[in-house]
């Protein structure tokens, strides 16, 4: 009989741009995978139940709670963290923002909310404070009252997102396959 608690999977996947292959239990989450084997700690756990919106990555360019998938669900696919928006000490136009307009506090929720922002502008490039605040309605943050967060999305938005556009060019559209 077959140990399910100690059988491994392999779990292949593409993290930022590098691809990454590990053995992994079957119920690791992709948060706790982040965490833990590569050592992403950007990525946060919150609620563990989906709600704060403290573990969003982007998965084939999708805005994802990390925590409610698990890792080998995650095979084959293009997982980006928070990790992924600096080039080295070099801040996204987004990341820029953020600290331009104040929009973080204890930083906590931040690459939650970095991540979903990334998502809504990449596939809506110009979109306005409505589209913004309904988007971010799904990260929780209890230290900005969120205006400062929508205004430093809202700025990029507005004209920074040329340059941002183009460190995301390589990020796939949801259900696209290369």
Same mark, same amino acid.
């Given at each position: +009989?077959?140990?399910?608690?100690?059988?491994?999977?392999?779990?292949?996947?593409?993290?930022?741009?590098?691809?990454?292959?590990?053995?992994?239990?079957?119920?690791?989450?992709?948060?706790?995978?982040?965490?833990?084997?590569?050592?992403?700690?950007?990525?946060?756990?919150?609620?563990?139940?989906?709600?704060?919106?403290?573990?969003?990555?982007?998965?084939?360019?999708?805005?994802?709670?990390?925590?409610?998938?698990?890792?080998?669900?995650?095979?084959?696919?293009?997982?980006?963290?928070?990790?992924?928006?600096?080039?080295?000490?070099?801040?996204?136009?987004?990341?820029?923002?953020?600290?331009?307009?104040?929009?973080?506090?204890?930083?906590?929720?931040?690459?939650?909310?970095? +991540?979903?922002?990334?998502?809504?502008?990449?596939?809506?490039?110009?979109?306005?404070?409505?589209?913004?605040?309904?988007?971010?309605?799904?990260?929780?943050?209890?230290?900005?009252?969120?205006?400062?967060?929508?205004?430093?999305?809202?700025?990029?938005?507005?004209?920074?997102?040329?340059? +941002?556009?183009?460190?995301?060019?390589?990020?796939?559209?949801?259900?696209?396959?290369?």
């Amino acid at each position: +009989m077959t140990d399910v608690a100690t059988e491994l999977l392999t779990v292949d996947l593409t993290v930022n741009g590098e691809r990454v292959e590990r053995a992994v239990q079957p119920r690791i989450s992709l948060a706790d995978f982040l965490r833990d084997e590569l050592q992403l700690t950007g990525t946060k756990l919150g609620c563990e139940h989906g709600v704060c919106g403290a573990c969003t990555v982007i998965v084939d360019g999708a805005a994802v709670r990390s925590c409610l998938m698990l890792a080998v669900q995650a095979g084959g696919c293009d997982v980006r963290t928070v990790e992924s928006l600096a080039s080295g000490p070099q801040l996204s136009p987004l990341q820029e923002a953020f600290h331009r307009h104040h929009a973080l506090q204890c930083g906590f929720c931040t690459g939650g909310v970095l +991540m979903t922002a990334t998502a809504l502008l990449h596939h809506n490039p110009s979109a306005g404070k409505d589209e913004i605040r309904e988007a971010l309605s799904a990260n929780l943050c209890r230290c900005t009252g969120y205006q400062t967060i929508i205004d430093a999305i809202a700025e990029v938005a507005d004209g920074g997102l040329r340059a +941002m556009a183009a460190g995301l060019a390589e990020v796939p559209r949801p259900g696209a396959r290369p």
